[in-house]
């Protein structure tokens, strides 16, 4: 991949979405002189790697990219070891991992002195068009999702699609749910169709479907960078798949965050249908999403999802913002009462 997209802020901020091989990743960071690296230690062997060819790299530290170890504690312990590092506000915290790694090492950086800078590498299909690009970053809180980050765009993120190479299926399979919600949003030189064959087993390159999905990201999150309107269709799904991952904590279930907004998204469009927002979006989706491995049905009552709907951090004066597909790459926000969203699914 040798595209190059960026996202403009302001005159003051911007953030590079590029990548390509592993070996190309020194360039970036040639005349760094500090650079912090925080890793999965599931990618121990590709952050051995980028130590030895990166000599600006001061200090490493990995951690456990778990759902129970994204939290304000792990932070706190990023932040020492970046302190007992003596980093100065001049350098560079590099994250390498999942989405998990990413969130957490951007909201280290973002409170380290106040803030420094950060930079994504992004080693799971699920951060790569997702979780790595936009700025968001954050840690779970008594367990709700995310409900406590900030938005801090990464000096660059970059994307190599030879660290997707060894990932189980199941985690990549989970990606792949943000992939397709990507182009339901926006449909980017047809980027579903190819997304849905490429993971049923037919034709295709994933290449090119990596960075179609990261230009319409990027694309959003310039025009809106704070969630004050357009990136709130990002949420696409993800008002139910965080109610759905809050239920099964409290049960003990493992389903992964990319499993959940499958789940989400096809009840979004079932939310949709009934609207009359969509005409049969969601036997459509259900078909698509299960051609491509994904999980469609919801594992619990709906009523159980009630009560972390109504605490999802977008929820205001009782409302939610559901975000809702009008078709394959258009969707709309539609503010809704969560009783009112559920009295809805129940009769679909």
């Not at 849905?196 to 090119?208: F, I």
């Not at 990027?218 to 990002?234: M, T, Y």
């Not at 789940?263 to 079932?270: D, E, F, M």
């Amino acid at each position: 991949m040798n595209e190059k997209l960026e996202i403009a802020l302001d005159s003051r901020e911007r953030s590079l979405v590029t990548g390509g091989p592993l070996s190309g990743l020194p360039t970036l960071l040639e005349g760094e002189r500090e650079v912090f690296l925080v890793y999965d230690r599931n990618v121990e062997k590709v952050a051995e790697g980028i130590m030895e060819a990166c000599p600006g790299i001061v200090g490493m530290m990995p951690v456990v990219a778990t759902e129970e170890e994204k939290s304000i504690d792990t932070v706190l312990d990023i932040c020492g070891r970046m302190m007992d590092a003596d980093l100065s506000r001049d350098a560079l915290v590099l994250a390498l991992g999942g989405g998990v790694t990413t969130d957490l090492t951007g909201f280290a950086a973002s409170v380290y002195k106040r803030g420094v800078r950060y930079a994504n590498i992004p080693t799971t299909l699920l951060s790569q068009v997702d979780a790595g690009i936009g700025g968001k970053t954050g840690v779970n809180f008594e367990s709700y999702k995310n409900m406590l980050g900030v938005i801090r765009q990464p000096v660059f993120t970059y994307l190599s699609s030879e660290v997707l190479e060894t990932l189980p299926e199941r985690e990549f399979r989970s990606g792949a749910a943000e992939l397709l919600k990507t182009f339901l949003i926006e449909d980017r030189d047809g980027g579903y169709e190819k997304a849905v064959r490429y993971l049923s087993g037919g034709d295709g390159d994933l290449q090119p479907l990596l960075f179609a999905a990261a230009s319409v990201k990027a694309g959003i999150v310039s025009r809106d960078p704070f969630e004050n309107g357009e990136r709130r269709k990002l949420n696409l799904g993800h008002t139910f798949a965080h109610a759905i991952e809050h239920e099964a904590r409290l049960r003990g279930d493992d389903i992964t965050h990319g499993e959940a907004v499958a789940i989400g998204i096809v009840l979004a469009a079932a939310l949709a249908d009934g609207l009359g927002v969509s005409r049969d979006l969601a036997p459509r989706l259900s078909q698509d999403f299960s051609s491509a491995g994904l999980p469609v049905r919801c594992p619990y009552p709906l009523s159980a999802l009630a009560e972390a709907m109504g605490k999802d951090k977008k929820a205001a004066s009782g409302m939610v913002r559901f975000v809702l597909p009008e078709r394959i790459g258009s969707v709309i926000v539609r503010p809704l009462a969560v009783s009112a969203a559920l009295k809805v699914l129940s009769t679909r």
